[in-house]
Structures are given as structure tokens and as C-alpha cells.
């Protein structure tokens, strides 16, 4: 075969074996078999193409049956890897919503499996051998947890906030703080959103001071809905006013509109409890009276992507009667992993143990720093001294807009450039590359990882022992 590649230099093009010769190869073969033949003889064309265009340059390279099937494999391999892998967060954001929010703990895990393969009662009541409501295999533990009456559960909070507001104040006034006009990322911009469901948005108050008087004259015929947004991704400080919740949801009440209360990230127990900043729960913002109270299933609540809608009887049976409801419900991936993660929320006492999400969020400084201090030797073994490694304190970020005043003492593994290292960029490329690739952030000319979300220490070990920097 070295007489092909030489050939190639005097008669290049014909030098190239043909697609039928290249599918014969001993090693492409074992690609058919592994890849099938469609697929390996598209890739084979590719590779012979892009190797004629390169001989046309009159550049040397080498077609020999070893290089030529080794592109092909490579080229395949690269083609067909997962698109979706598992990455480690080093970035400091607990529930980051790029890298997918809260990680599921393993009793959700199990349920998804064992429902995904199989037929399941997802619309269907066991004992009553008759037609069930999907709805109802979770709406029984959000009672026990929050105290609601019923509830219904669609895609993620931003569904769940247009399904709502499509359902009750369709053609009519959402009556909304100026003080609660927010945008969360991704383009969900309230005044937006209300526009698409169809409402008259109304808003009341000054943006730093909203009173209940203002609500009190706003509040009329053509009022729908009253709408209070729990504001998580910014927070207004300084000279402030909001109206009493609770005495918001009785003027809603004894003028006959619905009062609903988008909570965003929706604390189920108190976070104080395990020292974390306090977030309104649904429990108390139903105790004030509060109609209908909509959050995300990832974010504080530690399970799937998922809006619920938790509120009366009467609301929720109005939402499910939405047609809209059809076009926003989960499946029973989602229902799965959401009753086993509200499964664990009724013993308070082991949650921060066995909820993944909040088992992060609690981790003190001092654990965080102990693991940076066991990791600390791995990373510089595999920098190899190209750069200088240091623990230094930081502050996590809870995420997905819970909190963002508010963050949580960490520590982190900092990485600097030393004389003749490789840029940041470099490095953090090299992080990257990983088989699973390790995520920092690159801030104050060092490239940080915040050690909270460490936890399968063995398995990072094994994974640094392969970074080439
Ligand atoms: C996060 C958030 C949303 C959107 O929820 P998703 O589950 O991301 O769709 C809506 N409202 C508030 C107040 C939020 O914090």
C-alpha cells in the first residue's frame, strides 16, 4: 500500500482505490458491522471526495489502506457520538439552565426506566378499571406537601403561567405590579407573554412602590386575573413597597377575581430549614389566599423540567379544561420522575440527603473546601506544571433565577497561567475535551471551578489523569 501513497505523488488521482475496493478493507468492514453500510459507504464517498480535492491541490497525502479506513472510522465515530452528554458543573451555578438544572436523584432515575420501556397507568385508574387523569399520580403528594386542593402539571413554569393567564383573563386585564415586569432568560418576557395568551396587560403601582390601594383602583369589570410575580432574577432595593400578599388575595377574593401568584422557583418547605436563603413556599402563598400558584418542577424543587399549577378545585379544574392544557401536558417520563422526587419531600428530615439538588445547595464552605484540598495534588499532576493551581474561597450561585442576591460561601480550584503556559482559553479547552467534559468559568484572569457540584470524586480522578493541556 506505501506504492499507492508514493503513486500518488506522480499520479495522484489515480491513485485513489474506489468506493467498492475501500468497502472491501478488512478494517472497514468491522465499520459496516458496527455502523451498518449505509452510513460507512456515505462516509467512505466523503472521505474519497475530500482526499481527491485535496490531491487536485497537488498536496501529498497519504490514501493507503490503513490512513483511508482509519479517516472513515474516526469520521464515523465522530458523526454518530451522543450529541446530549453528561458534563461536570464546575461553573458555580448549582441549577444552571444550559446544563440541564437540577440533576435527579437515583429513585427518579429508576422510575423513568422502568416506565419508558413499558405500557403504564398513565391515563388509567387500576382499581377502577376505567379511564384515569394523568394528573392524578402526582396531585395527591402535592396536596400532602403544599396543602393545595388539586393541581395540574404541563411542560415547565413558562407554560404553566401562559396557561393560566390564557384561562382566566382571555380578552380581559392582568392587573401586575410595574415593580414585577420581568424578563427571564430565553426570551419569556411577561408583557409578551400576556399578549400571546391573549390578555390586556395592566399594570399598577411604580416600579419601586406598588400599594394595595393601587391594585384597589385598578381592580374592575374587565379585570381577569390579579397576578403577583415572585421577582427571582433581580431584586429592587432601597426605597421599596409590595402589597401585603395577604391582603391582595382578599380584595381579589371579595371582588370575585382569581389572584395567582407566579412563584417561579417554588420552595416546597422552607429553605431556612437547611440555612439557605428563605424563598416563599406554595404552602404559605396559598395560606394567603392565593387562587392559583404556578413554579418550575427543576428548579428549588430538585426534580424534571416540568410547570405545575397548584391552587382550588375550581381553578384547576378550569386550567385542565383549557384545550391549551393538551398542547402543554408531560409525559409519563416527566410524571415518573416527579412523583418519585415529591415521594422524598415527605420526610423532611433525609431530604438534604437524598435530593440531589438540595444536597448541593447545603454543602458548607468547609466540606466544599475539603474537597478542593483532596483534588487540588490530581489537578496540578495534570497541568504538569504549566500552570499554577491555588484554592481560593467563592460564592455559588443557587440558579435559575432563585436568588440572585443571595449566594452560598463555596471554595474553588483556581487556575493561573504560569511563565510558558497555554492561554486560559486553551486550558479551559482542554477541560472541555474530556470524555466528559469538566465546565468552569474564566473570570479575573483565572480559570475557576467552584468544587460544590463535585461529587463522584473517584470518577473526576480518573477523568483528570487525561488532560493534556
Ligand atoms: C423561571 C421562572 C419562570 C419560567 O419557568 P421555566 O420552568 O423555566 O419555564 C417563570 N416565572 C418565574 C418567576 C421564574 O422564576
Redesign the pocket.
Given at each position: 500500500m506505501n506504492t499507492v501513497a508514493r503513486d500518488a505523488q506522480s499520479r495522484p488521482l489515480s491513485a485513489l482505490p474506489s468506493v467498492d475496493r475501500v468497502l472491501g478493507f478488512e478494517a472497514v468492514r468491522v465499520l459496516v458491522a458496527e455502523f451498518g453500510r449505509e452510513p460507512t459507504l456515505d462516509m467512505v464517498r466523503k472521505v474519497l471526495d475530500e482526499a481527491r480535492a485535496t490531491l487536485r491541490t497537488d498536496a501529498a497525502i497519504d490514501v493507503g489502506e490503513s490512513a483511508l479506513s482509519a479517516s472513515v472510522g474516526a469520521a464515523l465515530r465522530r458523526e454518530h457520538a451522543r450529541r446530549q452528554r453528561p458534563v461536570v458543573n464546575l461553573t458555580g451555578t448549582v441549577l444552571h439552565t444550559n446544563l440541564g438544572r437540577a440533576p435527579l436523584p437515583p429513585e427518579a432515575v429508576r422510575a423513568v426506566a422502568e416506565v419508558m420501556a413499558s405500557p403504564t397507568n398513565l391515563e388509567y385508574d387500576i382499581e377502577r378499571g376505567a379511564r384515569g387523569d394523568r394528573d392524578d399520580l402526582v396531585a395527591p403528594l402535592l396536596a400532602q406537601v403544599t396543602g393545595c386542593e388539586a393541581a395540574t402539571v404541563v411542560n415547565?413554569?413558562?407554560a404553566a403561567?401562559l396557561l393560566a393567564l390564557n384561562t382566566f383573563a382571555r380578552g380581559k386585564e392582568v392587573l401586575v405590579s410595574r415593580g414585577e415586569q420581568?424578563e427571564?432568560g430565553g426570551a419569556?418576557r411577561l408583557p409578551d407573554v400576556m399578549a400571546r395568551a391573549g390578555c390586556q396587560l395592566r399594570e399598577v403601582g411604580t416600579t419601586n412602590r406598588t400599594h394595595l390601594s393601587d391594585y384597589e383602583e385598578a381592580i374592575g369589570p374587565k379585570t381577569g386575573l390579579v397576578l403577583k410575580?415572585?421577582p427571582?432574577n433581580y431584586a429592587i432595593t432601597g426605597f421599596t413597597a409590595e402589597a401585603d400578599e395577604a391582603r391582595l388575595g382578599a380584595l381579589a377574593a371579595s371582588r370575585g377575581v382569581p389572584f395567582m401568584v407566579?412563584l417561579?422557583?417554588g420552595a416546597l418547605l422552607d429553605m431556612s430549614r437547611w440555612g439557605l436563603p428563605k424563598e416563599p413556599t406554595v404552602r404559605e402563598t396559598l395560606t394567603h389566599g392565593a387562587t392559583l400558584v404556578t413554579f418550575?418542577g427543576?428548579?428549588l424543587l430538585g426534580g424534571p423540567?416540568a410547570?405545575l399549577l397548584a391552587g382550588s378545585r375550581e381553578a384547576i379544574a378550569r386550567v385542565k379544561k383549557n384545550p391549551l392544557k393538551r398542547a402543554l401536558r408531560v409525559d409519563k417520563m416527566t410524571l415518573a420522575a416527579l412523583e418519585a422526587v415529591l415521594a422524598l419531600y415527605r420526610d423532611p428530615d433525609r431530604l438534604a440527603a437524598r435530593l440531589p439538588a438540595l444536597r448541593l445547595l447545603t454543602r458548607s464552605r468547609a466540606q466544599v473546601r475539603a474537597a478542593a484540598e483532596r483534588m487540588r495534588p490530581l489537578f496540578e499532576e495534570a497541568l504538569r506544571g504549566k500552570a499554577v493551581v491555588e484554592i481560593e474561597e467563592c460564592a455559588s450561585q443557587i440558579g435559575?433565577?432563585s436568588q440572585p442576591v443571595e449566594t452560598l460561601a463555596s471554595a474553588a480550584i483556581v487556575v493561573r497561567c504560569a511563565a510558558r503556559s497555554p492561554s486560559l482559553r486553551r486550558l479551559e479547552a482542554a477541560f472541555r475535551a474530556l470524555p466528559v467534559p469538566v465546565l468552569g468559568r474564566i473570570a479575573e484572569d483565572a480559570l475557576r471551578f467552584d468544587l460544590r457540584c463535585l461529587e463522584d470524586e473517584a470518577q473526576f480522578a480518573g477523568l483528570l489523569r487525561e488532560l493534556s493541556p
Open positions: 415547565n413554569n413558562a403561567v420581568i427571564i419569556f410575580v415572585h427571582s407566579d417561579g422557583s418550575s427543576d428548579k423540567q410547570g435559575s433565577g
